[in-house]
């Protein structure tokens, strides 16, 4: 699985927009872009995922450039409950499944 | 509803002791794993299985052992040669094979076990 970078922490204003981004330079064509959230002392929740168009479900929108080297993860209207753990990770089928953890970005919504 | 079942939530052992921590599911997923987090850090795998008697090593297996005898359940035991068994340990499923890229490699994570061996 292609290395993704993302910036250690953000905050962001509740009732604002939070985008998340991750670079994933690179990225093989089969692999597809995944985010994780983790709210602390809980397990990871599926957010989102999306190969090259955007994706858009209840929980976020998926942005991804033309070139696939990098990403955004938008929270259309940030809620203190959106303060977590954002995992950024780009996965294929060249391997086992195992999904590839890194640091990820804490963000933090402020009142 | 579906989803992953891990218990307990809090588990102490004394150094040298075995112990086995549940994963259960009801979603009907084929494939489980078993990852571990220490503080601040991502998470690793430590094993993982795509069907009922069959599971494979992850990146962080020695010192711990799984079975998989039933779709739903898929056990890890913290044996004692695991050096700094102390971590948060997550099981997850996912509707696919491993491998597959796309929609069936979604994973659906557990709630989690902390353990803490004194």
């Known amino acids: 699985d292609a290395k993704t970078t993302q910036p250690p922490s953000m905050d962001c204003a509740e009732g604002r927009a939070a985008n998340l981004p991750c670079n994933h330079s690179t990225i093989s064509g089969n692999e597809y872009v995944y985010w994780y959230r983790q709210i602390h002392s809980q397990g990871p929740q599926y957010i989102i995922h999306g190969l090259k168009n955007n994706e858009t479900n209840e929980m976020a929108s998926l942005i991804i450039t033309e070139d696939r080297k990098s990403s955004t993860l938008i929270l259309p209207h940030a809620t203190l409950r959106d303060t977590a753990v954002y995992y950024c990770?780009?996965?294929?089928?060249?391997?086992?499944?195992?999904?590839?953890f890194g640091q990820g970005t804490t963000l933090q919504v402020k009142p | 509803d579906g989803g992953i079942t891990q218990s307990p939530k809090y588990l102490f052992r004394k150094e040298g002791q075995n112990v086995t921590l549940s994963c259960e599911q009801n979603?009907?997923?084929?494939?489980m794993y078993w990852y571990r987090q220490d503080p601040g850090q991502g998470l690793r795998l430590i094993y993982y299985?795509?069907?009922?008697?069959?599971?494979q090593k992850g990146d962080i297996a020695e010192g711990y052992s799984v079975s998989r005898e039933k779709k739903e359940s898929f056990p890890l035991t913290v044996t004692s040669a695991q050096k700094n068994p102390t971590a948060f340990y997550l099981c997850?499923?996912?509707?696919?094979?491993?491998?597959?890229?796309?929609?069936?490699?979604?994973?659906?994570f557990g709630p989690g076990t902390r353990l803490t061996v004194l």
């Open positions: 990770i780009a996965h294929g089928s060249s391997n086992t499944g195992k999904l590839i």
């Open positions: 997850a499923s996912s509707r696919g094979i491993p491998g597959t890229a796309g929609s069936y490699n979604e994973q659906f």
């Open positions: 979603l009907n997923h084929d494939a």
């Open positions: 299985s795509q069907i009922v008697n069959d599971f």
